[in-house]
Each structure stands twice: as structure tokens, then as C-alpha cells.
């Protein structure tokens, strides 16, 4: 069995970053499926931010427990979804519970929906 599970959280380094992409050693969210995580080099995460006064479209509030042993109340940033190398991931830091993953799995939904649309001529 693979040490990294989809819902925990883990310190990762995010740098180097450009743009708007997260930067820094940073919580992360592990939202890949664990059938894909032992045969990948790849995880995919989920940054999470103690800016809770930003709070987006989308974001989820996680506020700090035993379980996730978070320092402060933070967000789950839903639409910086991002894969890196496992060499990334520095220390395990907790988990979140399953209604929390479910409410990160549906805003993944909204935010990767794909609908069809007939072009006007059709």
C-alpha cells in the first residue's frame, strides 16, 4: 500500500511557480484516486490557503481539527487543481473527513462539467 491516500493533506513544495499558480511550501489536498497513485510519479492536489477572507466561488472552508491538524482555519482552493512529483511532498500533515472530500469531489464536478453544444448551423 502506497504511504500517499486521496484526503490527506501534505506539505508541498509549490515552488518554482509563476503567475498566479501557489507558491511556497504549502498544505495540499490529495484528490487523486488511490487505484492511480501507487503506479504514478504524479499526485494531484489541491492547494489550501489560510486566507479565509478570499473565499472564491467554489472554495470550501476547512476548519482546523485533530484529524486535519491544520494551524488555522483555511480553504480549499477547488479550481487550482495541479499535479506534481511525489519528490514534492514533504511531510504528511492529516486528513480530511468524507463529507468534506465529497463536497471537494462535486466542486470538481461544477468546475470540469462538460456540456455539448450544437453549433448554430446544426
Known amino acids: ?38 503506479d504514478s510519479s504524479l499526485l494531484t492536489v489541491i492547494p489550501i490557503s489560510s486566507q479565509t477572507t478570499k473565499l472564491a466561488e467554489l472554495d470550501i472552508l476547512l476548519n482546523k481539527d485533530s484529524k486535519n491538524r491544520l494551524i488555522t482555519d483555511s480553504l480549499i482552493k477547488t479550481i487550482q487543481i495541479s499535479s506534481f512529483d511525489k519528490r514534492r511532498f514533504i511531510k504528511l500533515v492529516g486528513t480530511i473527513n468524507e463529507e468534506t472530500m465529497k463536497k471537494v469531489m462535486n466542486n470538481i464536478q461544477i468546475f470540469l462539467e462538460y456540456k455539448r453544444y450544437k453549433s448554430q448551423g446544426a
Not at 499558480?21 to 501507487?38: D, H, M, S, W
Open 1 to 38: 500500500m502506497s504511504r500517499f491516500q486521496q484526503g490527506q493533506i501534505w506539505l508541498v513544495n509549490f515552488d518554482p511557480s509563476f503567475g498566479h499558480e501557489y507558491k511556497k511550501v504549502r498544505p495540499a489536498l490529495i484528490i487523486q484516486n488511490n487505484k492511480y497513485i501507487e
